[in-house]
């Protein structure tokens, strides 16, 4: 069983900056994506960015120059530095990670993290 756990979110002004965190624990091999979703209530779960295990990285047009994903290989984590933030990046985010532990790979999720952008 493999387990991801998300942290980092909260309330921030508009312009602040956050950092949050996944962990992923359990039988791993390897995770060749990692991701970063969110949601708000009503829509559809979106994209925010990925990175491979190689660290090629790519992001949803509307964080492109203020969030960075980035991954420690060896410790499981995936982190999304969010700078310049606005109201619209208020949702819940979700780690996302496609996990192979020797039967091939399967998705996991993580639990969420809210993060706020409100002054």
């Known amino acids: 069983q493999v387990q991801l756990v998300e942290s980092g979110g909260g309330l921030v002004q508009p312009g602040g900056s956050l950092r949050l965190s996944c962990r992923a624990s359990?039988?791993?091999?390897?995770?060749?994506?990692m991701r970063w979703y969110r949601q708000t209530p009503g829509k559809q779960r979106e994209l925010v960015a990925a990175?491979?295990?190689?660290?090629?990285?790519n992001y949803a047009d509307s964080v492109k120059g203020r969030f960075t994903i980035s991954r420690d290989n060896a410790d499981n984590r995936a982190y999304l530095s969010m700078n310049s933030l606005k109201s619209e990046d208020t949702a819940v985010y979700y780690c996302?990670?496609?996990?192979?532990?020797?039967?091939?790979?399967?998705?996991?999720w993580g639990q969420g993290t809210q993060v706020t952008v409100s002054s």
């Open positions: 359990g039988r791993i091999f390897s995770i060749y994506f």
């Open positions: 996302n990670a496609a996990v192979n532990s020797g039967d091939g790979d399967v998705n996991y």
């Open positions: 990175i491979t295990v190689g660290g090629s990285t």
